[in-house]
């Protein structure tokens, strides 16, 4: 299974809404996780199960969809929202990650 | 308080092997549906998964990368151990371990990390 994000790079102001996008190439695909990547840092879960918040993820993110197309949409920008997002996958004996959605805050 | 840290070399030499160690605490790798992820990230690209290694010993590795990886643990000590063989520049990379929770299903998530160690492959 492969996942495709869009877009792969996002400019947004404070106060914005936004959304990202993951396509899995399997339409049966159910669960999807998500995850927020600062520079220099490891990944932070933000979403699993495609709509369960994490614990400590402010509810301006919300995970939705099923498969095969899936979103994160993020409401009322803040600047310490500006980080990489990756979208995850895993289907029995193997996790694929998407390619990225570079989110910048303008 | 659920941690994980990852040990190893910063620097190895193509053709060798490279083991990581992930410490973890917080958590045993006794119960049932916990497992331990590893993954990495290239310089500027994205994450890759390598290999997990279950509560009940099962291991499930990257197809692309299989001949070259062996994941154990040792519960006594709380450690997950990873090993890649003949390291190549393009192995160069930081490698993260990761706790996965409900481990086995589909619904799996992998909810702590660790900080990560960079690893250059040369020579």
């Known amino acids: 299974i492969q996942l495709t994000q869009s877009p792969s790079t996002l400019s947004a102001s404070v106060g914005d809404r936004v959304t990202i996008t993951c396509r899995a190439t399997?339409?049966?695909?159910?669960?999807l996780t998500w995850f927020q990547q600062k520079p220099g840092k490891a990944p932070k879960l933000l979403v699993y199960k495609a709509s369960v918040l994490a614990d400590g993820v402010p509810s301006r993110f919300r995970g939705g969809g099923s498969g095969p197309e899936f979103t994160l949409t993020i409401t009322s920008l803040q600047p310490d929202d500006s980080a990489t997002y990756y979208c995850?996958?895993?289907?029995?004996?193997?996790?694929?990650f998407g390619q990225g959605t570079k989110l910048e805050i303008k | 308080q659920v941690a994980l840290r990852e040990s190893g070399p910063a620097l190895v030499k193509p053709t060798e092997t490279l083991t990581l160690t992930c410490t973890f605490s917080g958590f045993s790798l006794t119960t049932t549906g916990m497992c331990v992820n590893w993954i990495r990230q290239p310089p500027g690209k994205a994450l890759e998964w390598l290999a997990r290694i279950d509560w009940d010993d099962e291991k499930i590795y990257n197809s692309s990368l299989k001949t070259r990886l062996t994941i154990s643990k040792d519960t006594s000590k709380n450690e997950a151990v990873f090993v890649m063989t003949n390291m190549d520049p393009v192995d160069t990379a930081t490698y993260y371990c990761?706790?996965?929770?409900?481990?086995?299903?589909?619904?799996?998530?992998?909810?702590?990390w660790g900080t990560g160690i960079t690893v250059t492959v040369s020579s």
């Open positions: 399997d339409s049966r695909s159910t669960w």
């Open positions: 995850q996958h895993y289907h029995p004996t193997e996790y694929t």
């Open positions: 990761a706790r996965v929770r409900e481990g086995g299903g589909s619904g799996d998530y992998m909810d702590v």
